[in-house]
């Protein structure tokens, strides 16, 4: 039986930082009131991309996969098992679910997991990663950067895999570039200075490198608030450009801007409040934060701002 074609969507499953939140350890003001209360919890980025053909794709594998598949059936309902999954990069957050995908939970077959060369390397040296791979369960699929990949014929999307400068002591880092049928979202959630990420891409300015790619919806890397959030040496050792940063080589929304949308927020982050004056100061100049449950239509054009 074949299914009609749907929508091509991509649902935001998680707007935290590899810690998530509450992080484990924080009893802070920033955290303590999320033990309690589980509608202040927030889990590690995480993306459900389905395709035309209904063919479902999960990006990072974070610890709170339960969760994060309830959210996505929720607000886009999709029939097919995993189809796919894409993984930016080797930090906890976006690997630390891949565990879950073996017989003691998911006991997925042959999954096919798009990675980078670097990170399917890291694969083969980890014991209990390498063992899913002997079993069966993860196929990895090395991507070239900046080569689209269409998973398959009538998905209806391809995702572009883009090198950018991020700490690589266990394997490089890639944001992805998904086209779809009327609208292009970009994810990049972990980069170190704009400047490099700038320089790698050959751009001056974020807008260039925005408009060049045809971005209409940019999940951008929005960890830390401003460059004081953590002591200065623990800051310095977890370099995020920071919101203040890319707001200020920013501006406010143009005309024609896509919708920036900041994600990957630290426990610590006063955008985890909608209320704090860093919030009002994203919204008022046009931007926004990101919300788990939000949903992005790549098959309608999208709106000017
Ligand atoms: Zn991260
Ligand atoms: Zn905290
Ligand atoms: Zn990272």
């Not at 992080?23 to 033990?35: D, I, T």
């Not at 390397?121 to 980890?126: A, D, G």
């Not at 014991?127 to 014929?153: D, H, N, T």
């Not at 690589?168 to 880092?173: P, Q, V």
Request: charge should be negative; charged fraction near 20%; glycine fraction near 8%.
């Amino acid at each position: 039986m074949s299914l009609s074609e749907r929508a091509v969507k991509v649902t935001l499953l998680g707007i935290a930082q590899d810690g998530g939140r509450p992080q484990p350890g924080c009893f802070r003001s920033c955290c303590a009131a999320a033990y309690d209360d589980p509608s202040l919890v927030r889990h590690p980025v995480s993306l459900g991309l389905v395709g035309a053909d209904h063919s479902t794709h999960l990006f990072e594998a974070s610890r709170d996969l339960a969760w994060q598949f309830g959210c996505w059936s929720r607000h886009d309902p999709a029939e097919s098992p995993l189809s796919s999954l894409w993984i930016t990069h080797a930090h906890q957050g976006h690997v630390d679910g891949l565990g879950l995908f073996g017989a003691e939970a998911i006991a997925a077959k042959g999954l096919p997991l798009h990675c980078s060369a670097s990170f399917a390397r890291l694969l083969t040296k980890n014991a209990s990663w390498a063992q899913m791979i002997r079993e069966g369960v993860l196929a990895p699929r090395p991507f070239l950067k900046g080569k689209p990949i269409m998973p398959y014929a009538d998905s209806g999307f391809s995702i572009t895999p883009i090198k950018v400068p991020h700490r690589a002591e266990l394997s490089d880092m890639h944001a992805f570039l998904i086209s779809g049928p009327k609208a292009n979202l970009l994810f990049l959630p972990d980069h170190d200075y704009w400047q490099e990420t700038l320089a790698a891409v050959g751009c001056d300015e974020i807008r260039d490198w925005l408009g060049e790619l045809e971005v209409d919806i940019a999940l951008l890397d929005g960890t830390f608030w401003s460059s004081d959030e953590l002591s200065l040496r623990q800051q310095e050792e977890v370099p995020h450009p920071t919101v203040e940063e890319t707001m200020a080589r920013l501006g406010s929304r143009r005309d024609g801007d896509p919708r920036v949308i900041f994600i990957h927020l630290n426990h610590t982050n006063p955008l985890h409040d909608s209320e704090s004056e860093a919030a009002k100061a994203v919204v008022s100049m046009g931007w926004e934060i990101g919300v788990e449950g939000m949903v992005f239509d790549l098959s309608s054009t999208p709106q000017s701002s």
